[in-house]
């Protein structure tokens, strides 16, 4: 088991070829030399501007001396600040210092300890003369010969410890050509094999089970292959595939010899890697001839290693020895260890990351069983990367936070489990018995048989960081979206207090910008016509124009049936999908909302979408109609309010300026403005009027679904909307009481008896009291010169926008300070939102963490908060 | 907005048209005011020495009302950032500037032309047809009769063409009586507002003056003095405290009365009980640091901090307004600093696992749970009991079998209106029971206020106490 280790001693120069100086590539490389060894030229050859940190700067910065002594322990202070912010984003460091003193050194190899990066030391050990030249040449500087004498007699005395400081590397350079030969070599971490892409076949603890490990390997196709004695020695995997075995081969089982033999045959033929597991660790010690305790299977493996041959206990102990404690592959997306490793140590080097990746996040305490207490750090890993490990005994793989357990106790009588990266695809075969009795009761075969759905699983958990503060989400659609943190705050609110358990929230619906509203001839606040011409500029050709619902916009989450929702989304308590609001929030009570459910998945059987799209789940962007059946507080206390005051006052208003004009008075334009009001507002009567229609429990509640937003392992958002509506029909078809088609024209942006048709269209709509439109490109999803094309334009009708700007907005006066409204806003947050909305759902059909769907939910929640004119 | 004025020929006015000298406005004329809430137009639909009425109507901006508005918090104000607003219609505060800007010198008595007649009561008649009454129908009876008109306030239905929506908030209201011009401007101009309770402006100490200056002669009096003090000072209680004060030195009540500022007032005894029961519970279990989450305005916050062997107090609140209310009541700015290092207040949520509140030893929810929906207590209980793992968790939720004690609560109505359950002491166990297993505590259970032998207490508390 090595970690990095190597040292260069340059004592007798033997050739005069480039001197090669490895370095590991993430490293903290500390100079050591007394004054004038030529420290900083170094540095400056072979390292990067800013991969340098000089004490000697560091004190000029805290003291405006750079020779300040007195400065040092503050200098220290920022220096090691500096390079710990490099350190955690994993950049390589070097500092120059005189770094004679092992004190110094010390405090360095403490803070590459606690980076987890290796300490690597280069010491330039040059004769007496040469530094005592140098000094006394530099103008800024002359430090004494006595000064320069004791750092060197320091560093001699120093050299031979470094190994023992801690330092995992040192390079000693002893003469002026050694310096001029040496060239900087930037080695790959042994742990770093990002450059294998895979497919990988990802084994779980093995625990000397190899007639289970040999069954698994033909499951996933492997071609066994036995030596003469019959014995298995290497598995041949499928093109392009390779294994990775998590650690803990041997120990408990019938044959860890066995185990051994066929896993080391695998990594020698380049077939397999492998992760060492606690119970290889302590193999070792035990074969070095180290005291241990031999307990937990270890009498197991030692007794059948008995009967082997010596040399077979060699290549053991060297194979095991020689285990990196974990590896990152596939650009980083993949890191296997035994135990698992959280974000912070993947790709680190450190005796903590060894432990960590070998034993886990252990709290120090014991449990009942003797077993100690591990601290659960999967549930707090937000990282990028899959996590694959083993280490604890689990019934059932379950996904937490990205991380995957595939310890399925095999040894005690469970199974064998093998994961498929990057298919995510579980394969395992069962134990043939119990081999040996666990110490902690293990729960088998009788639970996993009665089928995965009835399960209690530990819900992935969200913690309040993956919400608060200033937060950036990155999306495939428009990269990073900033969430300020004053929106989130206004946000947290909202979905803690209203919306739905979030693990039923895959998506809200983005916000939607109005049409440009230009024209002042029009005596229309917004027509179509400008919504066609705005996807014409945008060089969108082929719209649609879908009538806009005189409802609620819902999203419809339904599953087969409860025990598949609970299987997949995880909650338990008899619920089979969600209909929520645009802020997250139910329509209706539970049972409410499984009636609607129920109805809504007989028509989804029905059209036999389960089937078309092999999906147990459909989420549906809808329209909920009547309106007043989510918002009958809102037409009441404010619109049904405001139109019983303006009926109230208008009449006798316009009876008290008629009697005045009677009397002769000159009320100017009063009498003819005040009776417009008075019609003004009965007219906004009727306009709400329209939203309000009896409902009861569901009687006469409606759903118009306009888009298919995701299924099981697909987003269709990408798909044009002829194809949605046509889905959408069809659901219609299937239950015409429940869904209502939504009428539609298809419009040419760019011939102009289209548009016409198009206006004519809305117009029709419209002068009925219809709401209006909304105008989309007809592919969907479409990428511009300038980016993203907004996903549609809303254009509402005259009657409509008095419930949004008030009874007397068509008044002149106020249509013109109407029209001036800012709408780059609103567009740039409609796209935002819209790409977060997608983001969400592709994380969901990812089946990535809950923490990572939400982040992306909650986004456009907070975006919401943005203090943008609400009613625009 | 219209209100009209009508004054009818009497002893005291033998011709009605002199309303316009009071008014210093022609009957002749009509007139037009610009005005900051917007355009104010005086005329007269009759002037006959029998009888003559003013109108006053006022066009509000709706536009400039929503687009206009400066920097202020939009929070409060709401109302205004909505377009579909009743300001153009109802009486308001703006009603009650309109009226300060036209007949401003006819509130002050004075009268340059008929001098003889500013002290005398005349036969005054008010129509204010949509004149807002929240807090009940009698409301603008309580606030008007005592003052000497007759009221005749009609309930004004939401939408007659769906009955079942009932009234609106507002009235169609008649003032008939006998009364100065000024008194009876002065007091439409305090008792608008007051109806309407909810001003359009900043409200600041200036207020105090303005209502003392435009109350004086008839507000002390008043038996809804408090009433009308609290909402004309839109709820500020420094300055109602204020005001308060002033009116005491100009009233006659007995003094007990007339101390009985805000601060002095009571708080409800149930919630009094309620931190002192919680408190007792904290301190038999010896906790020192706390976390009150879902601390509100930081009523408990207050008293945690009162007792010195709390050393670590954190407020949580998923709400940031409440948090900074809880603040500004604690003055947190003017705490001294070794009271202020125990204090902490956090923005988070009772659903959402929060790093900051493990190692604790105690967590307080007081009347917290009922206010997330039933559904979403597991994952209360995962953050509290699984993840923050006090020694301690208090709890504390209605009994709802003790809601048939309360005579004004409906049969199967919960106490307010963001409960969105309320358990019976039966369903509190169980849901407590269950945690408690689930998560290692042992709990037990106390009464909070008067147990009463059949429904049980207001208030059930459950004491968790960590096991494992």
Redesign the interface.
Known sequence: MTEEHMTTDTTTPDSLGPLELAVPELSLVCLIGASGSGKSTFARTHFGRYEVLSSDVCRGLVSDDEHDQAATPAAFEVLSFIAGKRLDAGRLTVIDATNVQPDARRQLVRLARDHDVLPVAVVLDLPERVCLDRTATRADRNVGDAVVRRQRDQLRRSIRQLGREGFRTVHVLRTEQDVARAVVVRQRLLTDFRDQHGPFDVIGDVHGCRPELEALLDRLGYQLVRDAAGRTVDAVPPAGRSAVFLGDLVDRGPDSPGVLRLVMGMVAAGHARCVPGNHEQKLVRALEGKQVQVSHGLETTLAQLAAEPPEFRDAVLRFCRDLVSHLVLDDGNLVVAHAGLKQEYQGRASARVRSFALYGDTTGETDEFGLPVRYPWARDYRGPAMVLYGHTPTPEPEWVNNTLCLDTGCVFGGRLTALRYPERELVSVPATRVHYEPARPFPVTAELEAGSAARQRD?D????????GRRTVETTLAGRVTVREEQA??A??V???WA??PRWLLHLPPTMAPTATGDPDSPELEHPASAFEFYRRSGVRQVVGQEKHMGSRAVVLVCRDAERAAARFGVT?GASGAVHTRTGRTFFD?VTTEHLLTAVRAAVTDAGLWAEFDTDWVLLDAELLPWSAKAEDLL?Q?????????R???P??V???Q??AD?G????D?LA??RERAAD?EAF?AAY?RY?WPTSGLQGVQLAPFQLLATEGRRWTDHDHDWHLGLADRLVRAAPELFRSTRRIAVDTGDPDSVAAGTRWWRALTDVGGEGMVVKPLANLVRGERGLVQPGIKVRGREYLR???????TRPE?LD??RRRELGRKRSLALREYALGVESLDRVVRREPLWRIHEAVFAVLALESD?V???L | MLLTLTATASPALPDATDLGFLLFKHPGRAQRFPSSVGVAHVFWPEATAARSTVALLVEVDPIGLVRGRGGRGSAESSALSQYVNDRPYAASSMLTVALGRVFGTAMTGRCDARPELVGRALDLEISLPALPARGGADLTQRLFAPLGWSVTAAPLPLDPELPDWGDSPYQDVRLAGRLTVATALTQLSVLIPVLDDGKHHWIGDDDVDKLLRSGGDWLPGHPERDLITRRYLGHHRTLVQDASTRFAALDDRPDDQADATPDATPARPLQRLRREAVLAALRAEQASSVVDLGCGEGALLRDLLADSTFSSVIGVDVSHRALAAAGRRLQLDRMPDRQRDRLQLLQSSATYRDDRLTGQDAVVLMEVIEHLDADRLPALSRSVFGAARPRTVLVTTPNAEHNVRYPHLAAGTMRHRDHRFEWTRAEFRSWADDVAAAHGYDVQFSPIGDDDPQVGPPTQMAVFRRSA
């Open positions: 819900p958990d969200l913690a309040i960081i993956d919400v608060l705050a206004g947290l609110e979905m803690s207090r739905i358990d308590d539970a009441r404010q619109y049904a309010a405001v139109g019983a005051a303006a109230a006052v208008l006798p208003a009876a008290a300026v009697a005045a009397r008075l000159d009320v100017g009063l403005r005040t507002a009567t009027r309000v419930l949004i700007y008030g009874p007397d907005y106020h300070r109407l203090p004119d609400p009613r």
